[in-house]
DNA sequence: TATTATTAATTAGTACACTATTTATTTGCT
DNA sequence: AGCAAATAAATAGTGTACTAATTAATAATA
């Protein structure tokens, strides 16, 4: 590759995930409209529906994102009528976050969003295993050099 | 693959994305932090290294974001000394994008970034390849099933 | 030519996402 | 017990991203 060629957007692996990421949200939303939820709340969700009753630093563990960026989140899921927050009696620093009755029966909606999903980007079952299983090892190899 | 373990999120394709995209970003940002851009000022940067003098939209079609996320995103760049806004002659509704000395001057700096970034991410050029043609697949679909 | 449609950029408003800081509480240690 | 360190949330401030609406200029057409 010659030095013309370096810093081409098309040609960077970080501008093909950014953007494919951003392609995908997209095709998200329309599935998600019914719900009226965003992505991101739309994985709190399932980070949820998974364990209810968690703290918002268990959220942001489940999202990988940052504690305030869970914050604001769950109080938009809680303005929506989908989670309750409530102080922990044990240890008063702590936020509990549960499900509502109207959050809870929300997963039954949200199970035909994955093959809807599936079809919308047009990648099957083990297409996309391949490819999680690639971008995980990214993931780990970034984790990993970051933690010494 | 049972009903319990289709909302999982860590099974989830565009969740791996999603969490990776965030994880090389903040990676970029070390790496750009010298240069005093941020990841989507720096893929600014690059469309106009490719093509000095170009429109606002052409810049948002080269990030592939709306021309409302490329308007403040060139402002910024304008304020940090490296690009000046020009109404066009011929045509009032454009504006035209120039690199400033200083803007040029940091492409010598920004040839140093992809090698810096395999190297933080652990992937080489081959693997990156293979990854990048998968992503644009996706992205192809996509556009492909919303032109009709 | 006058009107309508289109185009380019911007603005308004909402929702992430990040770093750094603050507040309140709990732990650990001497 | 008393005080420093650590922890959990929240807040402050900046920078994306998005949709929808607005403004101004140009193109198209009846």
Redesign the interface.
């Known amino acids: 590759?010659d030095?013309g060629e370096?810093?081409?957007?098309e040609?960077?692996?970080?501008?093909?995930?950014?953007?494919?990421?951003?392609?995908?949200?997209k095709?998200?939303a329309v599935l998600l409209e019914t719900m009226g939820v965003t992505?991101p709340q739309y994985?709190a969700l399932?980070?949820l529906?998974?364990r209810d009753g968690i703290l918002v630093q268990d959220i942001a563990k489940?999202?990988?994102?940052d504690q305030a960026t869970a914050t604001p989140l769950v109080k938009r899921l809680e303005k929506l009528g989908f989670v309750t927050r409530k102080r922990s009696a044990a240890d008063e620093r702590r936020v509990e976050v549960y499900l509502t009755e109207t959050g809870k029966e929300l997963?039954k909606t949200?199970?035909a969003?994955?093959h809807g999903?599936g079809c919308?980007?047009?990648?099957d079952?083990a297409?996309?295993k391949k490819?999680?299983d690639?971008?995980?090892n990214?993931?780990a190899?970034?984790?990993k050099?970051n933690e010494e």
């Open positions: 590759m030095e370096l810093l081409k957007i040609d960077q692996l970080c501008f093909a995930l950014y953007s494919t990421s951003r392609a995908i949200t095709e998200y992505y994985l399932m980070v529906w998974q489940g999202l990988e994102v997963y949200a199970l969003v994955p999903l919308a980007i047009g990648v079952q297409r996309a490819l999680i690639e971008l995980n990214i993931k190899f970034i984790a050099k």
